[in-house]
Antibody
Framework: QLQLQESGPGLVKPSETLSLTCTVSGDSLSSGNYYWGWIRQPPGKGLEWIGSIYYSGSTYYNPSLKSRVTISVDTSKNQFSLKLSSVTAADTAVYYC????????????WGQGTLVTVSS | QSALTQPASVSGSPGQSITISCTGT?????????VSWYQRHPGKAPKLMLYEGSKRPSGVSNRFSGSKSGNTASLTISGLQAEDEADYYCCSYAGSSTLVFGGGTKLTVL
């Protein structure tokens, strides 16, 4: 059974860089049929797509976050990571990692999510 | 890239049917048959309910169905059950390898 697990600091200071890792078990990031993505949900708001990555390293970002986002992949560890720079309180959210099917664009497996709070 | 528009809340009684709309633009919902729907119970991860507008993943009840007209996609839940009470989100491909989500709809089963 595929499982995704987010990990990383739950508290980040304003202007610093948020860093999260998603560890995948039950499937290989290199299987080639899927993309791997990050989605977030600020308190009281809807979901927001952050970006996706293919195992080859090809990345796709939300235009509104593109200047601050970097998503990378480590196939040897079966992990992919998110870095969001220059964070503000508006970046406080539950961050989810998920698997996305390449052809039909839906996210079929999700991690449980991790709350990241931006505060001094 | 603006969020898709969903009603903030809908409600229905057990056994009834409800429909949640998801309105986008000709650049997302209107141009692609790539709308997916997710159910999220409090404290839980989102669950895929429909993809490509109307296709159900294995294990999802056939009480959930989807459709599209113009720039608006819709999720219909028939035979409403207490367990259906959750937040529902739509998501659409928006071109240039990007995705956009809706703001979410809280479904209350009365």
């Amino acid at each position: 059974q595929l499982q995704l697990q987010e990990s990383g600091p739950g508290l980040v200071k304003p202007s610093e860089t948020l860093s999260l890792t998603c560890t995948v078990s039950g499937d290989s990031l290199s299987s080639g049929n899927y993309y791997w993505g990050w989605i977030r949900q600020p308190p009281g708001k809807g979901l927001e797509w952050i970006g996706s990555i293919y195992y080859s390293g090809s990345t796709y970002y939300n235009p509104s976050l593109k200047s601050r986002v970097t998503i990378s992949v480590d196939t040897s560890k079966n992990q992919f990571s998110l870095k969001l720079s220059s964070v503000t309180a508006a970046d406080t959210a539950v961050y989810y990692c998920a698997r996305r099917r390449g052809v039909s664009w839906e996210f079929d497996y999700w991690g449980q999510g991790t709350l990241v709070t931006v505060s001094s | 890239q603006s969020a898709l528009t969903q009603p903030a809340s809908v409600s229905g009684s057990p056994g009834q049917s409800i429909t949640i709309s998801c309105t986008g633009t000709s650049g997302d919902v209107g141009s692609y048959n790539l709308v997916s729907w997710y159910q999220r119970h409090p404290g839980k991860a989102p669950k895929l309910m429909l993809y490509e507008g109307s296709k159900r993943p294995s294990g999802v009840s056939n009480r959930f169905s989807g459709s599209k007209s113009g720039n608006t996609a819709s999720l219909t839940i028939s035979g409403l059950q207490a367990e259906d009470e959750a937040d529902y989100y739509c998501c659409s491909y928006a071109g240039s390898s990007t995705l956009v989500f809706g703001g979410g709809t809280k479904l209350t089963v009365l």
